[in-house]
């Protein structure tokens, strides 16, 4: 008898990564440093490393891979007597970031941004799911990647910042193309950056087709 689809908000996870081995995936390819994080200190580059990754794998999570977790009373303070469950994409903001080494998530305090969002402890990522969503660090072009983050993280910014008051899209690239990260942005990368911006921005006029009419007096 054919086993019956269970509900991606049901099933749980098999051969379970923390946020640490998840990320290592990412980072080298490779099955000894996915089970064990390594000496951080003895990789040359490993900033360039990481950064990479963690923007993949934020992204990934953010458009729908499943990840677990033990919501939080707020950024700072976890609750571990939540139950362990599915996180929504929704929940998961676009300044979110994971701490590897005690295996949680929490929005970016640096900045002077506050504390805002929820914060979740005990993650767990399938790693089936992680190796389908994402392609190890040596098989992708990692400037272009590290490029389209930041412009989703620049983009989500500037339209809920202004949320009624959208740009033409072609400013908006002019002015990414003249910070020193957006120099030579390939215009297919600024186009996904863009539609994840106008979704994890919320609601703002930035997705809205056309312009505001302007009455005219007759």
Known sequence: MAAEAVPAAKRRETRA????????????????NVLNWPDTDAIPGFRELF????????AAVASGMPVWGRRGQNALT??????????PPDEWGPDMRIIPYGNYAR??????????????DD??????EVMRCLKPRSEINVGTVAQETKC???????????????????????????????????????DRAWNAAIKNAGDTDWGKPGRPRQNRRT
């Open 78 to 87: 976890p609750d571990l007597l939540q139950p362990r469950r599915l996180i």
């Open 107 to 120: 929005p970016d305090l640096s900045g002077g941004r506050g504390a805002a969002g929820s914060r979740f």
């Open 17 to 32: 990564w923390t946020g640490a081995q998840a990320l290592a995936w990412i980072m080298w390819g490779e099955p000894r």
């Open 152 to 190: 989703r993280v620049h983009l989500t910014r500037l339209m809920a910042t202004a949320a009624e008051k959208p740009q033409p899209k072609a400013d908006v690239l002019a002015g990414v193309r003249a910070t020193p990260w957006g120099k030579n942005i390939p215009e297919r990368a600024f």
């Open 51 to 58: 950064d990479h990754a963690h923007g993949a794998l934020c």
């Open 123 to 128: 993650l767990g990522f399938s790693a089936a």
